[in-house]
C-alpha cells in the first residue's frame, strides 16, 4: 500500500520552546556538538490506490499543519 | 552546518490515539482514500563539525525517543 509522510515543522521564525527544551538538556548532557534542535511532527500515511499528489498535499496543509506559523514536507515514498 | 534528521514513531504494536483521531477526521471530511494514519515526532538537529553517528544515534534512542514503545530513524542529510 503506498505511504505517504508528512513532515509538519515550525517556520524558521516561530521560536520552538520544546526544540530549545531539547537543546539545553542536550548541553547539559555534554552533548555540545548539537548546536540546534526544531521538533515537528511526522506523519506516516496509508493511501489506497494511487496516491493524489494534490488532494494529499491540501491534506497536509490545511488539516495536518497549521499555515500561519508551519511548513510542510511531503514525501511519496512509494508502496 | 551539517543537518540531521531524527524521526521518532510509535512502534507498530502500540496504538496511536492522535494517529487515529485524525484518519477519523479524514474520513469525515471526504478523504477516503487515506486508510491509515500515524502520528510521531520529527526532530532537526544543527550539528557542529562532522556528525558522530554513533553519537547522534544514542541521543535519538535513549533521549529524543522512548525505546520502548518507539522506533527511530535517522537520516543524515549532510549540510
Given at each position: 500500500m503506498p505511504r505517504v509522510v508528512v513532515d509538519v515543522v515550525l517556520k524558521p521564525e516561530i521560536s520552538d520552546p520544546q526544540g530549545q527544551?531539547?537543546?539545553g538538556a542536550l548541553g547539559r548532557l555534554g552533548h555540545a556538538g548539537v548546536t540546534g534542535v526544531?521538533?515537528?511532527?511526522?506523519f506516516v500515511l496509508d493511501v489506497e490506490g494511487?496516491?493524489?499528489?494534490a488532494e494529499l498535499r491540501e491534506i497536509a496543509e490545511t488539516l495536518l499543519a497549521n499555515p500561519v506559523?508551519?511548513?510542510v514536507e511531503l514525501h511519496l515514498s512509494g508502496s
Amino acid at each position: 500500500m503506498p505511504r505517504v509522510v508528512v513532515d509538519v515543522v515550525l517556520k524558521p521564525e516561530i521560536s520552538d520552546p520544546q526544540g530549545q527544551a531539547v537543546l539545553g538538556a542536550l548541553g547539559r548532557l555534554g552533548h555540545a556538538g548539537v548546536t540546534g534542535v526544531r521538533q515537528g511532527k511526522h506523519f506516516v500515511l496509508d493511501v489506497e490506490g494511487t496516491p493524489d499528489e494534490a488532494e494529499l498535499r491540501e491534506i497536509a496543509e490545511t488539516l495536518l499543519a497549521n499555515p500561519v506559523i508551519e511548513d510542510v514536507e511531503l514525501h511519496l515514498s512509494g508502496s
